[in-house]
């Protein structure tokens, strides 16, 4: 059953502390995005991977580190650097690079600091 | 600022009815376009895309496309009470590699 999966569904954080969000996918895509959603505004991109051990800040990376050390995963770290990190976290991934490719999304983290 | 525009709503169709969701985009140069579907709480669904100029049909939805008055729609036709959701446009901008910026959605209600 092709497609990805986010971990955890929620996730609490005191202030001060590091937390990864898991994101998988077996679809063979090249591509991988993470996206936060706050209420009432748009999706905001925060990094985004077109190849294997590449990968480059979005609008708002500020506070958060990502790796691609393999080509189905794309762990995403919200740093104490990230002045406010709750929000809903959402990782996309599309075949191939570029604006001509659909993105496809995970079912999201919902992170909440305490 | 690259900017995509969506009437937030509520927007308010009788179900059966035909349901209209507009778009509008600032740059030119946009060569992609995608309508997502978002339930309360869920991630979003990608519905359609469309490329060029005119329209795109798949099933109850109708994609249309004007580049030159830079908007793009989304008709549902025959709604129903499960289209209640909100509906997030995204435009991919020439020269952005694989970047999409989202407008803030339009929320559609279904009445019985």
């Known amino acids: 059953d092709g497609g990805i999966t986010q971990s955890p569904k929620y996730l609490f954080r005191k202030e001060g502390q590091n937390v990864t969000l898991s994101c998988e996918q077996n679809l063979n895509h090249d591509a991988m995005y993470w996206y936060r959603q706050d209420p009432g505004q748009g999706l905001r991109l925060i990094y985004y991977s077109q190849i294997v051990n590449d990968f480059q800040k979005g609008d708002i990376a500020e506070g958060y580190s990502v790796s691609r050390e393999k080509k189905e995963s794309f762990p995403l770290t919200v740093t104490s650097a990230q002045k406010n990190p709750t929000a809903f976290y959402l990782c996309?991934?599309?075949?191939?690079?570029?604006?001509?490719?659909?993105?496809?999304f995970g079912p999201g983290t919902r992170l909440t600091v305490l | 600022q690259k900017e995509v525009e969506q009437n937030s709503g509520p927007l308010s169709v009788p179900e059966g009815a035909i349901a209209s969701l507009n778009c509008t985009y600032s740059?030119?140069?946009?060569?992609?376009f995608f309508w997502y579907r978002q339930y309360s709480g869920k991630s979003p669904e990608l519905i359609m895309f469309?490329?060029?100029?005119g329209d795109k049909e798949d099933g109850r939805f109708t994609a249309q496309l004007n580049k030159a008055s830079q908007y793009v729609s989304l008709l549902i036709r025959d709604s129903q009470p499960s289209d209640s959701a909100t509906y997030l446009c995204a435009v991919g901008y020439t020269g952005t590699a694989s970047k999409l910026t989202f407008g803030t959605g339009t929320r559609l209600q279904v009445t019985l």
């Open positions: 996309a991934s599309s075949k191939l690079a570029g604006v001509l490719n659909e993105q496809f």
């Open positions: 469309i490329y060029s100029n």
């Open positions: 740059d030119r140069g946009s060569q992609s």
